[in-house]
């Protein structure tokens, strides 16, 4: 289990105890009024003790440290870090179906929760190379095993995917207008747009680099979008309350149950959070395990709607081009070089141009220092071959602290940035199942492969505006105006927070 590098980890046995840098304070239980003079004491276990200038002493509690308070933290979270998740994992989703048996069994049907599962394509990719099975098998068969435990839906993150990438297509455009053009402006909405789908480089930037937060998207995560349309849309469509409804999102990365958790994504009125619980797809294989139930024999179940398939029969699936960090970079790239210059790219090219796998008279794509995770891609000027807009890729956190650095000291020149925490981007994030072999060759080489996977899973590719389903979920849903409305702009968009690191002198290790 491991989170991004974004998070520290450091050994601090099997309880959680305050980092250096912690701002989640230690508190007291007292049962009086703190004297006057009163001094800190750390015993030979490590306890910290209240002593009042009269000799009296009082044990202080161990921190207890939650999600929000890693997500508000500028120091650490300890090698228990599973204990921050324990209200985020499989077994949570299994108490939940039981606990709904119970309910049926005792006729209380009314009181059970309406469970809805997303799944990420980058996880049917990671399953789908350890029990060699087609994508559309692997999840057709998840769809299958997941009802057979009792879940209402299941859904694909793809399909949310189409609607983060036509809000975010918008929103560089309209950024691009704003600004001119001009990199670097300090103002909320500025150039370059950094994006902001992966939580470990969000968590990095809100910890440590507060001055790039204004050039971060501010559209929602593809998991946080279908987190809005199950508990919005879906909701309102089922005649059910948002609180009776228990979204779970299966997903590669270990960081996505922190985003999930982020009071961002919190309904105060229902008490409810927009993804209930994240499991990563290593966690659902163990599921698997732990219910004798097996991938590889299991029935494959037709899938429900809210997927991208093709109508009917949904015998084919389609995805967006570009790589496993969500395509972003293609189509924005593809949209804006439409709206904004006239020019007609699509995605796909860009994509097969950005890795080399093409040549394009607009399109000038390079390798930084010959590194895959760092990539440019340029669109020059069918006129003059001079650069109209130039995009970025990168992946892992050394290209990242890099970039950063540039963007600090106003040297760099992408007007946008595809920004994954993971190297080779979320096919290798830190939830994916493993290969048997754990030398450093056999790992690079089992992401590669799920990276194919994942790339040549779909048909064909398949852009948001041919999207049928969606353009009728979204009317349906905001009304005759679209993603042009009020609803859509407050729905589909999040904020970031700043973290101010305040150094704890009781997490000192002495």
């Known amino acids: 289990m491991a989170f991004s590098g974004g998070i520290r980890l450091t050994d601090l046995n099997d309880y959680i105890t305050p980092g250096q840098e912690c701002i989640k304070p230690v508190k007291a239980n007292k049962s009086g009024q703190q004297a006057d003079g009163s001094t800190i004491r750390v015993g030979q276990e490590g306890d910290y003790y209240e002593v009042t200038k009269d000799g009296e002493e009082t044990k202080l509690e ?22 921050l998740i324990t209200m ?22 009314e009181k059970v929760k309406y469970v809805v599962v997303t799944v990420a394509p980058q996880v049917v990719a990671s399953l789908s190379l350890k029990y060699q099975l087609s994508p559309l098998s692997v999840t057709k068969r998840m769809t299958s095993t997941l009802k057979a435990m009792g879940v209402s839906q299941v859904v694909d993150s793809a399909f ?21 053009g001009k990199l670097h402006g300090e103002q909320s909405g500025a150039l370059p747009m950094l994006a902001s789908w992966c939580p470990g480089w969000v968590c990095y930037a809100e910890k440590t680099h507060a001055e790039v937060l204004p050039w971060m998207s501010t559209t929602k995560s593809p998991q946080q979008a279908m987190g809005s349309v199950v508990k919005d849309y ?13 979204h779970v999102a299966v997903m590669m990365c270990y960081d996505k ?28 294989d163990r599921l698997l395990s732990e219910t004798a139930t097996s991938l590889s024999t299991a029935s494959e179940a037709p899938l429900d709607s809210l997927f991208k398939v093709q109508e009917p029969g949904q015998e084919h699936l389609y995805s967006s081009a570009g ?33 080399g796998e093409m040549q394009h008279p607009l399109l000038q794509a390079k390798a930084v220092r010959n590194q895959a995770d760092h990539r440019e891609i340029t669109l020059l000027d069918p006129n003059t071959k001079q650069p109209l807009l130039v995009f970025a890729t ?14 600090k000291s106003g040297r760099s020149v992408y007007h946008y940035v595809e920004v994954a925490a993971c190297p080779s981007a979320c096919s290798n994030g830190g939830g994916q199942i493993q290969p048997d072999d754990p030398s450093p060759a056999a790992k690079k080489k089992w992401v590669a492969e799920t990276e194919r996977i994942y790339r040549t899973a779909a048909d064909e590719f398949q852009l948001p505006e ?25 729905i589909l968009h999040t904020e970031f927070h700043g973290v101010a690191a305040e150094v704890n002198p009781l997490g000192v290790s002495w």
């Open 394 to 407: 990168v992946y892992g956190f050394r290209h990242l602290q890099n970039l950063v650095r540039k963007l």
């Open 160 to 180: 949310s995917r189409d609607l983060t990438l036509a809000e975010s297509a918008r929103e560089f455009v309209e950024r691009f207008r704003k600004s001119e």
């Open 257 to 284: 149950k922190l985003e999930a958790s982020r009071n961002d994504f919190y309904n105060d009125i229902y008490r409810t959070r927009d993804v209930d619980c994240v499991i990563t797809t290593g966690e659902f």
């Open 466 to 490: 041919k999207n049928d389903m969606l353009g009728k979920l979204i009317y349906d849903w905001f009304g005759t105006e679209g993603l042009d409305s009020a609803a859509a702009r407050q």
């Open 88 to 109: 985020q994992s499989h077994h949570e989703l299994l108490s939940v179906l039981d606990e709904n048996r119970q309910l049926h069994e005792s006729g209380n049907g």
């Open 234 to 246: 879906l909701a309102k469509k089922l005649q059910l309350t948002p609180d009776r409804i228990y």
């Open 323 to 355: 790589t496993s960090a969500g395509g972003g970079l293609e189509y924005i790239l593809s949209y804006a070089a439409h709206e904004l210059f006239g020019i007609v790219i699509s995605s796909e090219e860009a994509a097969k141009a950005g890795l």
């Open 62 to 83: 161990k921190a207890s440290i939650t999600l929000n308070d890693c997500l508000a933290c500028s120091g650490c979270v300890t090698s228990a870090e599973t204990v």
